[in-house]
């Protein structure tokens, strides 16, 4: 809704108030101001000038060489290309000096030989929108009223020194959808009275209940219709005035007739329609429920075919408007029209927002319809309208209005007790105060033994119920001057479980190091639903499916983020790591629901580290892959309770996956996805992995506890252990671990050689041990004992040798 400001002061008293002023005011009621314009901001030296001559420019065809008044001593001369300017009109000059918007300056030329000392100007060149110019002038210069003053601001008579505000709207606010409706918000707000426009005009004798007959027969969808009629009206400009508050509101002028429906509708909230009195062919209008293929061509020069539950104002045969949508062509107000029949009526909300959403069609008066028009206006925008089509369209307004009134127009009653109000914002307003801001607001409002009673005025369609008067009252004292409460608790204010925090350490940790959250479908198909699950059992299927692809509930999330690097792989990113934490959904035996698992899944593909600079690329493999758990393990307190072992698993590559145990026991795997199955995702090396965090996030962690730096030196050994190949690497480091007792602190498996001077059956393992004792020197004695033991236990368990 854009609101003028010097419109709105014809409504309420803006003295002593900037536009800014009041765009914060009325944003901090409630009601968000988005902005405010001036359309005319920066323009000077655009004045209206009178063309006192205008000629064929000798040198160019398509050029006029015009002898403009400006209000100086001396005429000046301007060639123009407009080819609709002539002697005669009144027109905006800028003169030299001028800056139009785009920062584009008029300065003195010559053209063809002849001096120009200024520009006759289009609206669009003073900064009009194109589409709210009026067509006649919508491919030339703009002509003014003969009445303009010479030498006076254009600016000025255009209004483009006045300050638009747009107000951003919510569903429930119609009410603010007019001037008034605004006008009654801003003296709530600044504690001033609304001026309502005087409804005084002259009747001709002749009853306009002899002329037009109104028969509604779809009483539900209109149960109030008005009709007014006007002989006589003189098709013409509006006058500027009108056509300027229209074009500031984002209306385009048509003629006096429409201008003045549309200029009624601002101030009112009011959709109004005209009918050609002559051209509707029969005397009588008949609201009805459309027929099935009936077709009507609307104002836009559309022809719509029209469905039964569709709402129509019909001659009595045809068509002739969509109700409260838009009017036919056949009764089309045009330049011949002397006859109006002026139509102003309550249709139901959701019939014209069916019609509406039906047709694809929107329109000033729908916006309104649809959200519910004030019913005791629906009388005072019809004589609002006569009275301005008598004054600037010079109409007879025939005697009385053609009425069918079957609307109920009584205010709603609502009570509430002062205690709510204040336990609710945490107040402590006294009852006299609750009713000087229903006062302001200018509700009928009474209290008796601190239980307030409201009238909701029938413009606030909004108000139903408590709540909407603890909003008003809380939005017109002012959110800012609610004080500030701590709530008061009876037990310990709440926070994160040890669950909630261990899934956010989660996320921390891989988001930290460089992966990205993805959220995917927990629905899959049938081929996917047991691929790479943890627990191979009988999918969850769904017994109404959107569709097959989405048929299962899932047992794993890595085919998803499967799905999703091979959706961004085919639109070139190429490298990605994505993961997630979501549910699984397992099948439990004589249980109707499923039970959810959490897990972790992730996804790597292509260059894990890349810099140019440097020359250096690292490509993900499986040690990235693993080197992300074990960074996460590390943060969960985990490491000393997680080893890697060698496994198989379907759709992962045999001699590049790990299972996951924790204490013992398999929680998850990690690897790179098998050949065939990359190939079939059209994807390159990728690697994955998925982790049930239930046993990780209930794994009991000791106290953490602080150590001393030692104080006492370490002592590092290194061996080199040949070993069968079938011996794992972890077998090994466990052997010594345990071998080595409280001095061993440290092992650290840091080479692999299986080369031409190893048997074909054998390969070295070579481990860094770093023995200390935190209370004193280890003598040379110890250490070898110790290291002793060490050797001897790998030689005895998994029969391995020195490498000499």
């Given at each position: 809704m854009f609101v003028s400001y010097k419109w709105l002061q014809d409504y309420v008293d803006?003295?002593?108030?900037?536009p800014e002023e009041l765009a914060e005011k009325i944003t901090r009621s409630g009601i968000e101001v988005e902005g405010v314009e001036v359309p005319g901001k920066g323009l000077e030296n655009v004045v209206v000038g009178h063309v006192l001559s205008c000629e064929k420019h000798p040198e160019a065809d398509k050029l006029n060489k015009c002898l403009v008044d400006v209000g100086e001593e001396e005429p000046v001369q301007i060639i123009c290309g407009a080819a609709n300017v002539a002697k005669g009109q009144k027109v905006a000059v800028a003169k030299v000096g001028a800056v139009l918007p785009g920062n584009f300056k008029i300065k003195k030329a010559k053209l063809r030989g002849e001096v120009s000392m200024g520009m006759i100007c289009s609206l669009q060149e003073i900064g009009v929108e194109g589409k709210l110019v009026p067509k006649e002038f919508a491919d030339g210069i703009y002509n003014f009223p003969n009445n303009a003053?010479?030498?006076?601001?254009?600016i000025e008579a255009l209004n483009l020194d006045d300050s638009i505000l747009e107000l951003s709207l919510t569903p429930n606010r119609s009410d603010a959808m007019s001037m008034l409706g605004v006008a009654y918000e801003v003296a709530a707000i600044l504690d001033r009275e609304v001026k309502l426009p005087e409804l005084e005009y002259k009747t001709v004798s002749e009853e306009a209940s002899s002329v037009v007959s109104v028969d509604v027969e779809a009483k539900e969808e209109n149960p109030l219709y008005l009709a007014k009629v006007i002989r006589n009206v003189r098709i013409a400009h509006s006058p500027l005035w009108i056509q300027n508050r229209l074009m500031a509101a984002g209306i385009r002028p048509h003629n006096n007739v429409v201008d003045i429906t549309n200029y009624v509708l601002l101030e009112y909230g009011q959709p109004l329609h005209a009918f050609d009195l002559d051209r509707l062919e029969t005397n009588k209008l008949v609201i009805r429920l459309a027929n099935e293929g009936e077709t009507i061509e609307t104002l836009d020069d559309a022809k719509r075919v029209l469905e039964p539950h569709q709402l129509v104002i019909t001659n009595g045969k045809t068509p002739v408007a969509l109700a409260g949508v838009m009017g036919g062509a056949n009764s089309e107000v045009t330049d011949q029209t002397t006859n109006v029949i002026l139509e102003s009526a309550y249709f139901l909300p959701s019939s014209v927002r069916q019609t509406s959403k039906d047709h694809g069609l929107r329109s000033e008066a729908s916006s309104r319809f649809e959200k519910g028009v004030d019913p005791n206006r629906v009388k005072l925008a019809a004589e609002r309208a006569a009275q301005l089509l008598a004054l600037y369209a010079d109409g007879e307004v025939l005697n009385g209005t053609v009425a069918f009134d079957q609307l109920d127009k009584n205010e709603k009653s609502i009570s509430i007790e002062l205690e709510k109000i204040n336990r609710v914002l945490g107040m402590s307003l006294t009852t006299d105060e609750v009713l000087d801001l229903f006062r302001r607001l200018q509700f009928d409002a009474k209290a008796k033994d601190e239980m307030i009673t409201v009238s909701a005025p029938t413009r606030?369609?909004?108000?139903?119920?408590?709540?909407?008067?603890?909003?008003e009252v809380a939005r017109l004292y002012g959110y800012d001057h609610i004080p500030m409460t701590l709530p008061v608790h009876s037990s310990n204010p709440g926070g994160l479980t040890p669950h909630q925090q261990k899934r956010r350490l989660v996320r921390q940790v891989l988001e930290g190091a460089g992966m990205m959250q993805t959220?995917?479908?927990?629905?899959?198909?049938?081929?996917?639903?047991?691929?790479f699950a943890l627990d191979v059992r009988e999918p969850v299927k769904l017994l109404m499916p959107m569709s097959e692809e989405r048929s299962n509930l899932r047992l794993s999330i890595v085919p998803q983020l499967l799905e999703s690097v091979t959706y961004n792989a085919a639109r070139q990113l190429d490298s990605v790591a994505y993961y997630e934490t979501g549910s699984v959904f397992l099948q439990e035996e004589g249980v109707v629901l499923p039970r959810e698992e959490e897990h972790l899944a992730g996804a790597l593909t292509g260059l894990w580290q890349y810099h140019a600079w440097q020359g250096e690329k690292k490509p993900v493999d499986f040690y990235v892959a693993k080197g992300l758990l074990d960074a996460l393990w590390e943060r969960l307190d985990l490491a000393d309770h997680i080893r890697y072992e060698k496994s198989t698993e379907e759709n992962l590559h045999p001699g590049r996956t790990a299972a996951i145990m924790l204490n013992g026991k398999k929680i998850g795997f990690v690897g790179q996805v098998h050949p065939f199955k990359q190939k079939e995702l059209d994807l390159k090396e990728t690697y994955v992995f998925e982790v049930n965090l239930e046993p990780v996030f209930n794994t009991e962690i000791g106290e953490l506890r602080y150590?001393?730096?030692?104080?006492?030196?370490?002592?590092?050994?290194?061996?080199?252990?040949?070993?069968?190949?079938?011996?794992?690497?972890?077998?090994?480091?466990?052997?010594?671990?345990?071998?080595?007792?409280?001095?061993?602190?440290s092992v650290k498996l840091f080479d692999l050689y299986e080369g031409e001077h190893m048997e074909n059956d054998k390969k070295s393992l070579a481990f860094s041990l770093i023995y200390m004792d935190p209370e004193r020197t280890l003598t040379d004695e110890e250490v070898v004992k110790t290291h002793d033991k060490v050797l001897s236990a790998v030689k005895e368990q998994v029969n391995a040798e020195l490498r000499g």
């Open positions: 803006l003295s002593g108030i900037t003053i010479v030498g006076t601001s254009a606030r369609g909004d108000l139903v119920i408590e709540e909407d008067l603890i909003e959220i995917t479908y927990s629905l899959t198909n049938d081929a996917k639903a047991k691929e150590q001393t730096i030692p104080r006492f030196p370490s002592v590092t050994r290194d061996i080199a252990l040949v070993v069968d190949r079938e011996v794992l690497g972890g077998t090994l480091e466990s052997i010594i671990k345990e071998a080595g007792g409280s001095l061993l602190k």
